[in-house]
């Protein structure tokens, strides 16, 4: 049996999502490496901590692209007599993000910061909640059709 699950969600998924999903994966890795490199646009630095608000939009519009693109899955562990749900895209992007931002700490053109890293989990949490709420609107749109 698969660790896999399948939310059950009648969405089907419009050749947009996929589209926007790798338009946007692809802005966000450019970003990344853009980062690291120390080439980000230098106006950026006009900005008050841009970089807080700026992990907190990233993060959650990747959330909520990965939850919908993979249309809610979860991965089922068993844990201490119990077995828990977790949300796939959502907790392996986490576990993504806080290892790319402790590898900070070995990159000259960047700085590890735990505010950022919350900023980070903030944001995939934001994208989560509003993935599953589109997901369970859709769901009920799906239900209430003939």
């Known amino acids: 049996m698969s660790n896999v699950l399948k939310k059950q969600a009648t969405e089907t998924q419009p050749r947009l999502w996929f589209i926007l999903t790798g338009l946007y ?78 590898s900070q700490g070995l990159s000259p053109n960047r700085s590890l910061d735990a505010i950022d890293l919350i900023c980070s989990l903030v944001g995939c949490w934001i994208g989560y909640r509003l993935a599953e709420r589109g997901l369970a609107k859709a769901s009920q749109k799906a239900m209430q059709q003939p």
Not at 41 to 51: G, L, Q, S, V
Not at 65 to 85: T, V, Y
């Open 25 to 102: 994966g692809s802005f966000f890795l450019i970003t990344l490496r853009l980062a690291y490199l120390g080439h980000l646009p230098t106006w950026f630095a006009n900005i008050p901590n841009y970089d807080k608000p700026a992990h907190v939009v990233l993060y959650a519009i990747a959330t909520y692209l990965g939850h919908r693109i993979l249309q809610g899955k979860r991965w089922r562990i068993p844990l201490f007599n119990q077995s828990w749900a977790l949300p796939l895209f959502p907790v392996a992007f986490a576990i993504f993000t806080t290892v790319e931002e402790l």
